[in-house]
């Protein structure tokens, strides 16, 4: 298994371009979602999906877009990269929903991460 | 809303102990969870504990949890340079059925 895979590792953009990150995974996992990191601020949740075809916004939705056509791939779109959105961006899957209230333990994989600059 | 704070920053010797402290606001939270994030790499989930628990112990790593002051800890025995690395809380399982991280914790190790 490969895991859960991101790419491009590193991203530079002009402000108003628009990019794709791409992220997959292989464990057949349903839910699927994106943070963000930023330094001294944590992990902050972007989209997530719990399954093909459904997909929700989490804390920090704006400017960004998701869609989730198969249960591997779950893309996100910047539609036109502003300065504020330059951070590390992460993939996560698991089995269940994470912090669900008697959701279980089960482990959330995460990628490698895309490294992000928007000048 | 609901909150998750560390300190940013801790360094140790090698073959020391490591304590990296952890609160959370959100009382209701019945999973503690303790992740690594080793430079260039995403997060790794090392252990967690139920809130029904006080302390867990894996290893070389003790969780402690005091749920009445909604305090969680991670000791990290005998510390080596490999330890080296973001380690970040989070709690889930909660009212907000939302996993909630903290800012993360640097451990520095020197030699």
């Known amino acids: 298994n490969a895991g859960v895979t991101q790419t491009p590792k590193f991203q530079v953009l002009k402000t108003g371009q628009s990019m794709t990150l791409q992220c997959a995974q292989d464990m057949n996992h349903e839910y699927m979602s994106w943070y963000r990191q930023d330094p001294g601020m944590g992990l902050r949740l972007i989209h997530y999906?719990?399954?093909?075809?459904?997909?929700d916004q989490g804390e920090v939705p704006n400017g960004y877009n998701v869609s989730r056509s198969t249960t591997e791939d779950f893309p996100l779109r910047l539609l036109s990269a502003a300065p504020s959105q330059t951070s590390v961006y992460f993939c996560?899957?698991?089995?269940?929903?994470?912090?669900?209230?008697?959701?279980?333990?089960?482990?959330?994989?995460f990628g490698p991460g895309t490294r992000l600059t928007v000048l | 809303g609901e909150d998750v704070e560390q300190s940013l920053f801790l360094s140790v010797r090698e073959g020391d102990s490591s304590v990296i402290n952890c609160t959370y606001t959100?009382?209701?939270?019945?999973?503690l969870y303790w992740y690594k994030q080793e430079p260039g790499a995403g997060l790794q989930l090392l252990t967690y504990i139920f809130s029904n628990m006080d302390m867990k112990q894996d290893q070389r790593l003790t969780v402690l949890l005091n749920k009445k002051d909604k305090h969680l800890s991670l000791r990290i025995a005998d510390t080596q340079t490999g330890d080296s690395a973001i380690y970040f809380c989070?709690?889930?399982?909660?009212?907000?059925?939302?996993?909630?991280f903290g800012t993360g914790t640097l451990l520095a190790v020197q030699p």
């Open positions: 989070a709690a889930g399982g909660g009212a907000t059925n939302k996993l909630i």
């Open positions: 999906s719990v399954g093909a075809g459904i997909t």
């Open positions: 996560a899957s698991s089995t269940t929903i994470p912090g669900l209230a008697g959701g279980g333990t089960d482990t959330q994989y």
């Open positions: 959100d009382s209701s939270s019945t999973y």
